[in-house]
């Protein structure tokens, strides 16, 4: 079974520029994370989704920072515009009730110049 | 005050021997997980091992054991023979509430870097 999906895995790009960060959940999984790791910080929860509807989003850091789930198997992080602290690794994770733990995808590298 | 609570930046083990990665938490939840997560130098998340507050006995998953203190709040990871691969940032993680409420939420801790020593 293919796990969760994101791409790109890599993106480098300029301050003030548009980052489109994506991610494909496991089928069958309804639940869906971004999560921010940076050295400073650590893990950070920016939001989640159950069935397609952001529960919790106390963790997007600014109205620069916007989620969507256009559908149940992928979900979209923007960044508009884009500042060189947001430069991090942005993991999606996705889960069921069926399980206890959360899935998580390989990654994006995002460095803002 | 920090939910998760990792004291050890660092810890280096020998080859072969078992090593304890301490992890404390904070919470009022009578329902809540508590989950080990490895992080190896390519940058996954690996998840390792689960206990639920009300499991009675520790979890155990082949060479990883959680030795679960309720009444402490400390759910240390136990990896037993430890080998050159178990080299990673190590990192706890608590859930509050039930699962089945769709509380799935995780907050991890700052990590341990542990290095196994040939």
């Known amino acids: 079974d293919a796990g969760v999906i994101q791409s790109p895995r890599h993106e480098v790009t300029e301050m003030g520029q548009e980052v489109t960060l994506r991610c494909k959940l496991i089928?069958?999984?309804?639940?869906l994370f971004w999560y921010r790791q940076t050295m400073m910080r650590g893990l950070e929860l920016l939001i989640y989704?159950?069935?397609?509807?952001?529960?919790?989003d106390s963790g997007m850091p600014e109205d620069r920072f916007s989620a969507k789930m256009p559908n149940a198997s992928f979900s979209t992080l923007k960044i508009q515009p884009s500042e060189p602290r947001d430069s991090a690794v942005y993991f999606c994770?996705?889960?069921?009730?069926?399980?206890?733990?959360?899935?998580f995808g390989p990654g994006t590298r995002l460095t803002v110049l | 005050a920090q939910k998760i609570t990792q004291t050890q930046p660092g810890m280096f083990v020998q080859e072969k021997e078992a090593v304890t990665l301490d992890c404390t938490y904070d919470t009022s939840d009578q329902s809540y997980g508590l989950f080990w997560y490895k992080q190896p130098s390519s940058g996954e998340m690996i998840f390792l091992i689960y206990?639920?507050?009300?499991?009675?006995q520790n979890a155990t998953e082949g060479r990883y054991s959680l030795n679960f203190q309720k009444a402490r709040k400390s759910a240390n990871l136990v990896i037993s023979a430890s080998q050159l691969g178990d080299s990673a940032m190590y990192f706890c993680?608590?859930?509050?509430?039930?699962?089945?409420?769709?509380?799935?939420?995780?907050?991890f801790g700052k990590g341990t870097k542990l290095s196994v020593i040939p």
């Open positions: 994770a996705s889960t069921a009730i069926r399980y206890n733990e959360q899935f």
């Open positions: 206990q639920g507050s009300y499991d009675e």
């Open positions: 089928s069958g999984h309804n639940s």
């Open positions: 993680a608590m859930r509050e509430g039930y699962s089945g409420a769709g509380s799935y939420q995780l907050t």
């Open positions: 989704f159950n069935n397609n509807v952001p529960i919790d």
